[in-house]
């Protein structure tokens, strides 16, 4: 199937900081997609792009669209405890298509 | 407004048994997607229906999994014959899909351990 790879897989932050993470593909997508996952939870939709080159901000979150189309990555302004958890990234071939998702980035915010 | 809701949220079942899984998508969501998620991975495509067809099955590993959606709402997953592997969280997500909205909601999801 199609791989995402993110990176870094985990990372231990303290509060107030920005922390950037990426996600690459082999393949071209046309849709990017951020989510995050608490435990026992579904994924939580972030922040979706649909144009390469796009950048989107939601709140403390910005996410952009690299112009391959092969790449996204997301940034995190001024991290608070309530960041904590696993951000994933996703590839839609765009339209009513199935998601492909990469292994996660567990953050981890300290006070 | 509602979310997508998944039952039952836990399931434990002796290997061998038979289980059911049953999502309820957003009410007027046409696409619903099942996806199985496994312990430190992302979550991994298994089945896709518009409405009540079934136009991608191409994720579910084997013939022991089946899912329906008979009146293009509510949607069951069922695996038969549960084996270990088959111990990870299953989840549900809709999408309004009307021309102009593809995004996905999930579900909270239903974990299930075979024991």
């Known amino acids: 199937g199609q791989q995402l790879n993110q990176s870094p897989q985990s990372m231990f932050i303290q509060e107030g900081e920005d922390v950037s993470m990426n996600c690459t593909s082999s393949?071209?997508?046309?849709?990017w997609l951020w989510y995050k996952q608490d435990p026992g939870e579904g994924p939580v939709l972030l922040i979706a792009?649909?144009?390469?080159?796009e950048l989107t901000s939601n709140g403390r979150l910005t996410a952009q669209f690299g112009i391959t189309r092969k790449d996204s990555f997301l940034n995190i302004s001024a991290s608070i405890p309530s960041d904590v958890g696993i951000y994933f990234c996703?590839?839609?071939?765009?339209?009513?298509?199935?998601?492909?998702f990469g292994k996660g980035n567990q953050v981890v915010v300290i006070p | 407004g509602a979310g997508v809701s998944q039952s039952p949220r836990y399931k434990v079942a002796k290997r061998g048994q038979d289980v059911a899984l049953r999502c309820d998508p957003i009410?007027?969501?046409?696409?619903l997607f099942w996806y199985q998620q496994a312990l430190g991975q992302g979550p991994e495509f298994l089945t896709y229906?518009?409405?009540?067809?079934?136009?991608?099955k191409s994720g579910l590993p084997s013939d022991r999994f089946f899912a329906e959606r008979p009146e293009g709402s509510v949607s069951t997953l069922k695996i038969q014959r549960t084996q270990q592997e088959d111990s990870a969280v299953y989840l549900c997500?809709?999408?309004?899909?009307?021309?102009?909205?593809?995004?996905?909601?999930f579900g909270p999801g239903t974990r299930l351990t075979v024991t």
């Open positions: 997500a809709s999408s309004l899909a009307n021309g102009q909205s593809y995004e996905q909601y």
């Open positions: 393949s071209i997508f046309n849709t």
């Open positions: 792009l649909y144009k390469a080159g």
């Open positions: 996703a590839g839609q071939l765009g339209g009513n298509n199935r998601l492909a």
């Open positions: 009410s007027g969501h046409v696409s």
């Open positions: 229906f518009q409405n009540e067809a079934q136009l991608d």
